[in-house]
């Protein structure tokens, strides 16, 4: 079946930039998605990208994707304590395990 | 921005009983409503497709006997996890999508139950 990936830590001092990293297998996906989970809520979507861009910017955040290598990445600019969170990538209905991004002041 | 809601968002039941979780779109209608389960430090699950009107998809692994899903509604869904065991605690997640977005096929999730089985 699908297969998501996910590192699952990431901690960046605060005003720095942070990079989380997903792979994923189906090449078949129209759109991939990236979630923020903050502790006690539920998931709510921070941005997509459509399969056939490379790159998306939506204020602080950047979306890269490599298509060939199935590789996504989302860049968060000037990171502040407000973006700790749990970050989850998913190809549809599959999701990565998540990335715990703590930010330190 | 499109709401969904969960009741309960937590339950503790003793082994052996049923528990339903019910999932509501709350200003929009959604054909199509997911359950997930998530595990600690682990990815969510899904585990199962609901469609208004028709019976539930559940992925492979998934005892469709013990996890009833009904949908029995635009705007309702739910989840009957049935003779629970202990093993069956976890957070479950439902979500759904707008029949209106036929675009970005956008997830709304609800905040989850965190179900416990003693």
């Known amino acids: 079946g699908e297969d998501v990936e996910q590192s699952l830590f990431l901690s960046v001092r605060e005003g720095d930039s942070s990079v989380i990293n997903c792979t994923y297998t189906d090449s078949s996906s129209t759109y991939l998605y990236w979630y923020k989970q903050e502790p006690g809520a539920g998931l709510q979507l921070l941005t997509y990208?459509?399969?056939?861009?490379d790159m998306k910017q939506d204020q602080r955040l950047t979306v890269l994707l490599n298509k060939k290598d199935k590789h996504l990445s989302l860049r968060i600019a000037d990171t502040q304590t407000g973006d700790s969170a749990i970050y989850f990538c998913a190809d549809n209905l599959f999701f990565g395990t998540g990335t715990r991004l703590t930010v330190i002041p | 921005g499109a709401v969904v809601s969960q009741h309960p968002s937590r339950v503790i039941c003793k082994s052996g009983t049923s528990v339903k979780i019910e999932c509501r779109s709350l200003?929009?209608?959604?054909?199509?409503m997911f359950w997930y389960r998530q595990f600690p430090k682990k990815s969510l699950m899904l585990m199962a497709t609901s469609n208004e009107g028709s019976k539930a998809t559940y992925e492979q692994g998934v005892e469709k006997d013990k996890f009833l899903i009904n949908h029995a509604s635009l705007t309702l869904s739910t989840l009957t996890v049935t003779s629970a065991h202990p093993e069956d605690s976890s957070f479950y997640i439902c979500?759904?999508?707008?029949?209106?977005?036929?675009?970005?096929?956008?997830?709304?999730f609800g905040p989850g139950t965190r179900l416990t089985v003693t």
């Open positions: 990208i459509f399969s056939n861009m």
């Open positions: 200003d929009f209608q959604a054909t199509t």
């Open positions: 979500s759904a999508r707008d029949v209106q977005d036929r675009g970005s096929y956008e997830q709304y």
